[in-house]
């Protein structure tokens, strides 16, 4: 991946973003699909094919989220009324 530029606090967004899909959401899909698999035949369980849909979605951010962060390359903004002199 090529590098990322950002602010300091877009990088911090990103943490927070990375931090809240690992802590919460994670387990929260974790849940779900426990409750779905404790329904029954999985063949034909609309939750549990969703669960594992989210659960696919929330790992694929996850991994997005952890490259961006590690390419990270921290910017300076700059503000413009310095520049009209």
Do not use: C, P
Request: glycine share 2%; aromatic share 6%; charged share 35%.
């Amino acid at each position: 991946m090529k590098e990322v530029y950002l602010t300091q606090e877009g990088l911090e967004e990103l943490k927070q973003r990375l931090d809240y899909l690992i802590v919460y959401l994670r387990e929260d899909v974790a849940k779900k699909l426990q409750h779905a698999r404790e329904l029954g035949d999985l063949s034909e369980n609309a939750e549990y094919d969703a669960a594992k849909q989210e659960e696919s979605q929330v790992a694929s951010e996850i991994k997005e989220l952890e490259e961006r962060i590690k390419n990270a390359v921290i910017i300076e903004t700059v503000s413009y009324t310095h520049l009209r002199a």
